[in-house]
């Protein structure tokens, strides 16, 4: 029978598959191997510092989060019925605040390619732009917009998708300048109008990873539509802070379930368009 580095030996090198880094070979690098492990230990002790970073604080809580979870459990699955509008809101919110994102990134993100936009300027503006906007927390902008428009899913839906052109843009920016510059070159030659060159040229080859950004940020946002909630933004996060602040304990457990479940009911849906695109099943 043949063990793991003999076979290893018969398909290849070792170190083929193995990587080890290259061993200090004299004094001046086993110093400087030392001298990293030696700033790595200070970094991570100062930042332990600065977080208080305590077990024997958490060894103690941990009672506390018993009695929490004790009187959590069971659920009240009465309040199921009540919570049916709020958890339609918050996908609505999910939903518009997705489309809303994406509808900002797309022409943002060909500004933002560098394949695309030669003038240097436009695209370190354009590309420090959606640095701003993604940087900004979602719970910051929810509280500006309601601040604005009030109380609702409709602050929380502006929060949303603002955040998102940042983000979606950068993702897409990111796949235009992966793509082969081949066809791209061949319209232009063609006498190819820029829009002609995007429509026939940038799409086709980045259709499916546009695709899978959307859906992976429809589930985050879904997350962050709950969250929004607790600030005034509508969805079920409304429903979970009032219960904690009631101190019902039982119909924040229930909120919390059902919140879970619709995130696992997107990721796996999510997942399964992603796997049926890579596939080639959808065009």
Request: charged residues 10%; glycine residues 10%; hydrophobic residues 50%.
């Given at each position: 029978?043949?063990t793991?580095m003999?076979s290893?030996?018969a398909?290849?090198?070792?170190?083929?598959?193995?990587?080890t880094g290259?061993?200090?070979?004299?004094?001046?690098?086993?110093?400087?191997?030392?001298?990293a492990?030696?700033?790595a230990?200070?970094?991570?002790?100062?930042?332990?510092?600065?977080?208080?970073?305590s077990?024997s604080?958490l060894a103690?809580?941990l009672?506390?989060?018993?009695?929490?979870?004790?009187?959590?459990f069971?659920p009240?699955?009465?309040?199921?019925?009540?919570?049916?509008?709020?958890?339609?809101?918050?996908?609505?919110?999910a939903?518009?605040?997705?489309?809303?994102?994406?509808l900002?990134?797309?022409?943002?993100?060909?500004l933002?390619?560098?394949?695309?936009?030669?003038?240097?300027?436009?695209?370190?503006?354009?590309?420090?732009?959606?640095n701003?906007?993604?940087?900004?927390?979602?719970?910051?902008l929810?509280?500006v917009?309601?601040s604005?428009?009030g109380?609702?899913?409709f602050?929380?839906?502006?929060?949303?998708?603002?955040?998102?052109v940042?983000?979606v843009?950068k993702?897409?920016?990111?796949?235009?300048?992966?793509i082969?510059?081949?066809?791209?070159?061949?319209?232009?030659?063609?006498?190819?109008?820029?829009l002609?060159?995007i429509?026939?040229?940038?799409?086709?080859?980045?259709i499916?990873?546009?695709i899978a950004?959307?859906?992976?940020?429809?589930e985050?946002n879904?997350?962050?539509?709950?969250?929004?909630?607790?600030v005034?933004?509508?969805?079920?996060?409304?429903?979970?802070?009032?219960s904690?602040?009631?101190f019902?304990?039982?119909?924040?457990?229930?909120?919390?379930v059902?919140?879970?479940?619709?995130?696992?009911?997107?990721?796996?849906?999510?997942s399964?368009?992603?796997?049926?695109i890579?596939?080639?099943r959808?065009?």
């Amino acid at each position: 029978m043949n063990t793991p580095m003999q076979s290893a030996q018969a398909r290849g090198s070792y170190h083929d598959y193995i990587w080890t880094g290259p061993r200090p070979l004299n004094l001046r690098s086993w110093l400087l191997c030392v001298g990293a492990v030696a700033l790595a230990a200070f970094v991570l002790a100062w930042s332990a510092q600065g977080t208080q970073l305590s077990w024997s604080e958490l060894a103690n809580g941990l009672p506390q989060i018993g009695d929490f979870l004790s009187r959590s459990f069971p659920p009240n699955w009465n309040i199921l019925g009540n919570l049916l509008n709020p958890a339609i809101e918050t996908v609505q919110i999910a939903l518009w605040g997705t489309l809303l994102g994406v509808l900002g990134a797309i022409p943002v993100s060909f500004l933002a390619a560098r394949n695309l936009n030669r003038n240097r300027v436009v695209y370190q503006g354009v590309r420090q732009l959606l640095n701003v906007t993604r940087s900004i927390n979602e719970l910051i902008l929810a509280l500006v917009f309601v601040s604005a428009v009030g109380l609702g899913p409709f602050p929380g839906v502006l929060a949303l998708a603002l955040h998102g052109v940042g983000m979606v843009g950068k993702f897409f920016a990111e796949s235009i300048e992966e793509i082969d510059d081949g066809p791209l070159e061949a319209l232009r030659a063609t006498g190819a109008r820029p829009l002609q060159v995007i429509a026939f040229g940038v799409l086709p080859q980045v259709i499916t990873a546009w695709i899978a950004t959307v859906l992976y940020r429809f589930e985050v946002n879904l997350r962050q539509a709950t969250v929004l909630g607790m600030v005034g933004a509508g969805g079920l996060g409304f429903e979970l802070v009032n219960s904690l602040k009631l101190f019902k304990y039982q119909d924040t457990a229930t909120c919390i379930v059902v919140v879970t479940l619709m995130v696992v009911a997107a990721d796996t849906l999510s997942s399964r368009l992603r796997q049926l695109i890579q596939d080639g099943r959808v065009h």
